[in-house]
């Protein structure tokens, strides 16, 4: 027997062998699932053998199926019903049996889904991220970056088996007999339709996660010099290369002024200015040296070189009387800029050239290029200033995006700015998502604002760069671990930018702890507007590994007096009651705060934040946070593993080099410690075990990077 309910263009099922399926025309299958029931006559699933099913009625609207399990007296109707895109499934007995109804299933939602929530859900105030195929009771959708669909599921858990495929979840929705007991809801353009016209999913092969870096401008602007770069270089391969910093960019400031080289920075890109003598090969050079990468700045599509147009007027915007198009910005003589002509193939392949340049002969590998959100206006109220006037504007820009991108090749990272220039999408390996910052706390708001506002696009269609992360004075300590922990665990782009060998130890330690950034992923697929949803509290930043899975709690007070703020339980996602507790501990001060049913509440000092790992207590001994990084363990810990038989807990980290690494270990009553023992991959390490209180202390320090295995023993 076999039944089909055809819906359109919208959701159809098909009914065979006990199982029902689910497509769409944007998503294919997406769901797969069977039924159970319990009721006073016994326990019957769809899928057992000897069940019989008969298409009852079939119509554009309803497929009822009856369903008679082997040996079972009672007859159950399945009655899948259409209204618009949302398809619904109720299971019916006969006269007035009552029983309680099981739908289980599995969803085939791309190769990386996603879960999280569309605007219509419930956040609770939280702003939620994850690594991993997490779980969360407050997620109803699943959402596939590849064909910007997503699959809501209202009344189901939705839920991931650490045991099976990442691409693999399944999901169980409860009911009983005479109710709607299963719902499915498609979605289409659940990017596109917050303005996103160029969607296009980001392409993680290259840059599995967004940029950790320094960027020159927002301590030195354009007064950066070739011995001021030589220093910070110097200072970041010593104090942070090895925590995962990676990336060193030259902002504005190195560039001729109209074939110039007496100049703090023009628009001319042919070659640098005095303060640059040793040449740009020479940047880059000193930074791979250093074991990072080079990065530069620049306005690819304008120039302030009067010999460049005059010599090839043709390449650049030209009024229908010949005189040139010229526009502004910041540049320090306030002259205006030559354009380049997109629709003139030879001006293209002046871009390709320049970066030729940019990329192999002085050997950048990041480029940061800015103005760009203009560019596409630009060229629509040019557009008779144009070779080829019919091209949209935004067609335009696209095309020296495009140009670029074929002169660098896919291993070099592009970054589009500032603003947040949306037709860049495709081309773009990374974005800035708002305006420039300040080194204040005022300055810092237009980062925390834009965080939220466009962190649904980020590790989507590319890695979004909220602006540099400043953590020098005038901002205080704890402003400074605000901005520091907001920027990490948002997952988003991490670049700092202060006079790096004048930091005080204290604000460098803040570093080391949020480098590098990790593989996170939204689970807001919407822009979260402060103005209508508030500025949240909380950012949960939910984490799956192979060996466990685990919540990253930040709590932030941003009032200007101290705040109680309750952190819940439920609304983070987790499951509560049953006697389920969990540990929380506190990573910026190393404080184990007890187990909790239900959750917790903190009193915070004006504008300052806390960060808890919560872990669900499991009875045995057990990892709780390490120090390496803020995650706590997402980049420090490989493997984990509870040896029950024997009462061992294998580990196996990562260790910086002359970096203390702290293992937390909570020892429930009943166990005792017995002996620690390391195994280092390369050089004996310095290991010491303290306890306090129910925490067991796992101090470890390496000479050098590289990966340790340990055990821990214990006796009960």
Request: net charge negative.
């Given at each position: ?50 069940a ?63 879960l ?36 809501t ?19 169980v ?80 400031g ?121 560019f ?37 990272y592009?970054?589009?700015c ?8 495709g081309?773009?390996?990374g ?15 237009v ?58 130890e ?24 402060e ?125 910086v ?60």
């Amino acid at each position: 027997m076999e039944g089909v309910l055809e819906m359109g263009e919208r959701v159809s099922v098909q009914f065979a062998d006990g199982r029902f399926v689910l497509a769409h025309p944007a998503t294919g299958v997406f769901a797969r699932g069977f039924v159970a029931l319990s009721t006073e006559r016994g326990y019957v699933c769809s899928l057992e053998r000897g069940a019989q099913f008969e298409i009852v009625s079939e119509s554009e609207e309803t497929l009822t199926v009856c369903w008679r399990p082997q040996g079972n007296l009672t007859a159950f109707e399945l009655l899948f019903r259409s209204d618009e895109e949302v398809l619904m499934l109720q299971v019916k007995g006969a006269g007035d049996l009552q029983g309680e109804v099981e739908v289980h299933g599995e969803l085939f939602m791309g190769p990386e889904p996603y879960l999280g929530r569309l605007p219509e859900e419930e956040n609770y105030g939280v702003f939620s991220v994850a690594h991993g195929p997490v779980t969360s009771k407050t997620a109803k959708t699943l959402f596939n970056r590849f064909n910007d669909t997503a699959v809501t599921l209202p009344q189901s858990e939705i839920y991931h088996d650490p045991s099976e495929p990442p691409d693999r979840y399944r999901f169980v929705s409860k009911g009983k007999l005479g109710e709607t007991v299963f719902v499915a809801k498609v979605t289409t353009d659940v990017i596109r339709r917050h303005g996103i016209r160029y969607y296009a999913p980001i392409d993680k092969s290259v840059f599995a996660h967004a940029p950790t870096g320094w960027c020159s401008w927002y301590y030195y602007y354009q007064n950066i010099t070739q011995e001021e770069w030589e220093k910070n270089v110097k200072w970041l391969a010593e104090n942070l290369r090895d925590f995962g910093l990676e990336w060193v960019q030259l902002d504005d400031g190195w560039q001729l002024d109209n074939g110039n080289p007496k100049t703090s920075g023009g628009r001319d890109w042919r070659g640098p200015n005095e303060k640059f003598s040793k040449g740009m090969k020479w940047v880059a050079d000193i930074v791979k040296q250093h074991g990072m990468k080079p990065g530069i700045w620049l306005i690819p599509q304008k120039t302030d070189s009067d010999e460049l147009f005059n010599e090839h007027p043709d390449w650049f915007l030209r009024k229908p009387d010949g005189t040139p198009v010229r526009i502004g910005d910041w540049h320090p003589r306030k002259v205006e800029s030559y354009v380049v002509d997109p629709t003139n193939p030879d001006a293209l392949e002046y871009l390709k050239q320049l970066f030729h340049t940019l990329a192999y002969d002085w050997g950048f590998d990041y480029f940061k290029i800015d103005n760009q959100p203009e560019f596409s206006r630009w060229y629509d109220e040019h557009a008779d200033a144009r070779k080829v006037p019919e091209i949209p504007g935004s067609e335009a820009y696209r095309m020296t995006l495009k140009a670029i991108k074929e002169a660098i090749g896919p291993n070099k990272y592009l970054l589009g700015c500032y603003g947040i220039p949306l037709d860049g999408i495709g081309f773009m390996n990374g974005s800035r998502t708002g305006g420039d910052m300040e080194a204040s706390w005022q300055g810092c708001q237009v980062m925390i604002r834009t965080i939220t506002r466009w962190g649904f696009l980020n590790n989507v269609v590319w890695w979004c760069d909220p602006d540099t992360l400043c953590v020098r004075e005038p901002l205080t300590l704890g402003e400074a671990r605000i901005m520091a922990t907001l920027v990490s665990l948002s997952g988003q782009a991490l670049m700092t930018s202060d006079k790096m060998y004048e930091l005080p130890e204290e604000r460098v330690e803040i570093l080391r702890r949020v480098i590098p950034t990790v593989d996170i992923h939204p689970m807001e697929f919407y822009p979260w507007d402060e103005d209508v949803l508030g500025r949240p509290n909380i950012l949960d930043l939910k984490v799956a590994k192979h060996y466990g899975s685990w919540d990253v709690v930040a709590v932030f007070n941003w009032q200007e007096e101290p705040t109680t703020i309750h952190v819940d339980f439920a609304k983070l996602g987790l499951a509560v009651g049953d006697g389920i507790r969990y540990h929380v501990f506190e990573f910026w001060s190393k404080r184990y705060d007890g187990q909790f049913e239900d959750g917790f509440s903190l009193t915070l000092p004006i504008r300052t934040c806390e960060v808890f790992a919560i872990r669900q207590a499991l009875g045995h001994p057990q990892v709780i946070s390490t120090s390496r990084h803020i995650t706590q363990g997402i980049v420090d810990l490989l493997d984990l593993v509870w040896d029950a038989n024997n009462n061992e807990l294998h580990g196996s980290s990562l260790l910086v080099r002359n970096d203390p690494y702290r293992v937390d270990i909570h020892v429930p009553a009943g166990f005792d410690f017995v002996e620690l023992v390391t195994e280092p991959r390369k050089s004996p390490v310095t290991a010491e075990v303290k306890r306090e209180g129910e925490i067991l202390v796992v101090e470890l320090l390496s000479k050098e990077n590289q990966q340790v295995d340990w055990v821990v023993r214990f006796r009960r």
